[in-house]
């Protein structure tokens, strides 16, 4: 399973249900990356999308307790049990766990990689990504060229979870 988050400098991600900015070349790639792929997310980030609308071109997982809570497009599930069940049905590889911080969270020890958007900026917050460079079990795997928009400057990482050392 996947992760997927832009992050501040202190791995932050949002702000009054929002995202700290809106990078288009970010976008692009999230778009690019999890098109036709299963993501799976928070009740309270979906409502954040234009008009509270699931992700079009992708099987999109929302999780929530209300169980009044309908969205045409989108499977809602209500625990994360229910949620292991679903996926049974997916290729691992075919799942990206797209926030908010809560769902990263519960299902961050589940997932092999993490695409992270990397911002040289450090903003005012109230969610954060849990921060994978202090985990022992993840390491940077990739970074790109330094990106730039206006003048910020973000760069997209990859980091995976360690293989186990094989026991021979
Ligand atoms: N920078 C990024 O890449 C990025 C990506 C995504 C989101 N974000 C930001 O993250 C922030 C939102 O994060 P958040 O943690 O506040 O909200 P969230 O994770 O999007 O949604 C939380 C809600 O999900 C439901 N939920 C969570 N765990 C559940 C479980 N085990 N079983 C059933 N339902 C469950 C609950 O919904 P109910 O209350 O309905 O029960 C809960 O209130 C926003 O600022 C958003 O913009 C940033």
Same mark, same amino acid.
Request: with cysteine.
């Given at each position: 399973?996947?992760?997927?988050?832009?992050?501040?400098?202190?791995?932050?991600?949002?702000?009054?249900?929002?995202?700290?900015?809106?990078?288009?070349?970010?976008?692009?790639?999230?778009?690019?990356?999890?098109?036709?792929?299963?993501?799976?997310?928070?009740?309270?980030?979906?409502?954040?999308?234009?008009?509270?609308?699931?992700?079009?071109?992708?099987?999109?997982?929302?999780?929530?307790?209300?169980?009044?809570?309908?969205?045409?497009?989108?499977?809602?599930?209500?625990?994360?049990?229910?949620?292991?069940?679903?996926?049974?049905? %997916?290729?691992?590889?075919?799942?990206?766990?797209?926030?908010?911080?809560?769902?990263?969270?519960?299902?961050?020890?589940?997932?092999?990689?993490?695409?992270?958007?990397?911002?040289?900026?450090?903003?005012?917050?109230?969610?954060? &990504?849990?921060?994978?460079?202090?985990?022992?079990?993840?390491?940077?795997?990739?970074?790109?060229?330094?990106?730039?928009?206006?003048?910020?400057?973000? %760069? &997209?990482?990859? %980091?995976?979870?360690?293989?186990?050392?094989?026991?021979?």
């Amino acid at each position: 399973m996947n992760l997927i988050a832009a992050v501040d400098k202190n791995w932050a991600i949002g702000l009054n249900g929002k995202l700290l900015v809106k990078i288009p070349e970010d976008m692009k790639f999230f778009q690019k990356v999890t098109t036709g792929k299963v993501v799976v997310v928070g009740r309270k980030t979906l409502e954040s999308f234009p008009g509270g609308q699931p992700l079009k071109n992708r099987t999109n997982i929302v999780l929530t307790t209300n169980r009044n809570f309908q969205v045409k497009g989108a499977l809602t599930i209500h625990s994360i049990e229910k949620l292991f069940e679903e996926l049974k049905q %997916y290729r691992s590889e075919d799942i990206y766990i797209i926030g908010g911080e809560s769902i990263y969270r519960q299902m961050v020890d589940l997932c092999d990689v993490a695409y992270i958007t990397k911002i040289d900026y450090e903003y005012l917050a109230d969610a954060w &990504f849990p921060r994978l460079d202090e985990k022992e079990d993840w390491e940077q795997t990739g970074d790109s060229e330094e990106q730039t928009y206006f003048d910020l400057e973000y %760069y &997209f990482l990859r %980091y995976e979870r360690k293989k186990k050392a094989s026991s021979q």
